[in-house]
């Protein structure tokens, strides 16, 4: 009796792993067409100037592109902890870095669907791994806001517009709504209303305010890498230096405004350039915006990448450890 059923479970399960493999195959695929299709366009707008590059300041550029996504990638890894969503660190910055070339298909909704379900297959349930994006996405346009507001601010349509301090509300709004009280009570609504369990945690409002500044941090660490772009093509006047750091910002802000756009291609580079041409010439400054997209996006594909490799290699290294240390010990290995 016992043989045909586990038989019949067998087959069963089968043509489910087949199918969530198949799922994920496909997924894979549309996110590289996708993403090929973008870096191919944004090679096409390079304006047509003389490129005078000095390599040494693209050194620090793409370092702190690089620190810019580790510390993106650690930081949700580390909000999805504090909800209760416990994965491997290497497990959780696969999730992340793979996840995030799925912005790259139109309307970016598969990237959340994307890290949703990597998640689910590590045990984290759906609710916690949607509440840790919404988390991080009012965090980074929070943090974003906050970096990019001289940049706006500094923007000669509404440079000396008295409206032009309202930029600083929406930090202020996006804060306010992460604190624990109106967070848990809309959360606990809206999962109510979906049949599903409430959250077992929300983060402390203090914890909130650490990661906003952790993500301001970043930002202005990725202000540093367009400085140095910037400053690879052009001199740049010590008095713009403020608007240079801000640009990215910017950029950022508005391709998360213009959420249906795939990864925000046109408009983040659009809102860079706009705030760079204050500082230097507008061919230069498209050149710049340009130019990051493109280091981003090799960046972005080199920790996707690394990080799958990467935790591939940790289950071998750590078996290759624990044979080790059984010889060293005289335990006999079995």
């Not at 930090?171 to 599903?196: D, E, G, I, M, N």
């Not at 500082?279 to 997209?293: F, M, S, Y």
Request: overall charge positive.
């Amino acid at each position: 009796m016992s043989g045909p059923s586990l038989q019949g479970g067998s087959s069963l399960e089968t043509p489910k792993s087949l199918l969530r493999h198949a799922f994920w195959v496909f997924v894979a695929v549309v996110v590289v067409v996708f993403l090929v299709l973008a870096v191919v366009g944004e090679v096409g707008h390079l304006p047509k100037i003389d490129w005078s590059f000095d390599l040494w300041w693209l050194v620090p550029a793409f370092v702190a592109l690089v620190i810019f996504q580790g510390i993106h990638a650690e930081t949700w890894r580390r909000i999805l902890h504090r909800l209760h969503g416990d994965i491997p660190a290497r497990k959780g910055w696969v999730i992340w870095n793979v996840s995030l070339l799925a912005r790259y298909v139109p309307t970016q909704v598969m990237l959340a669907v994307t890290r949703v379900g990597m998640a689910e297959r590590e045990g984290v349930p759906k609710r916690v791994t949607i509440s840790s994006i919404v988390y991080e996405v009012a965090l980074v346009t929070a943090a974003s806001i906050v970096v990019a507001a001289w940049g706006i601010m500094s923007l000669p349509d509404i440079k000396n517009s008295p409206w032009r301090f309202a930029i600083l509300l929406v930090p202020v709004v996006a804060l306010a709504c992460l604190h624990p009280r109106p967070f848990s009570r809309v959360s606990t609504y809206l999962l109510h209303r979906f049949k599903a369990e409430k959250l077992e945690r929300t983060l402390a409002f203090r914890t909130v305010l650490l990661f906003a500044g952790v993500y301001v941090v970043s930002f202005l660490v990725t202000g540093i890498g367009v400085l140095c772009i910037a400053r690879s093509l052009h001199s740049i006047d010590p008095a713009d230096i403020p608007v240079v750091l801000s640009a990215w910002s910017v950029g950022y802000a508005g391709a998360l405004v213009a959420f249906f756009v795939p990864g925000g291609l046109g408009v983040r580079e659009g809102a860079m350039a706009a705030v760079l041409a204050i500082a230097l010439p507008t061919g230069v400054a498209i050149a710049v915006a340009v130019v990051t997209r493109l280091a981003q996006t090799a960046v972005e594909l080199l920790y996707a990448g690394a990080s799958v490799l990467y935790a591939r290699r940790m289950p071998e290294l750590a078996e290759r450890n624990a044979d080790v240390s059984a010889k060293e010990s005289g335990v006999p290995i079995s």
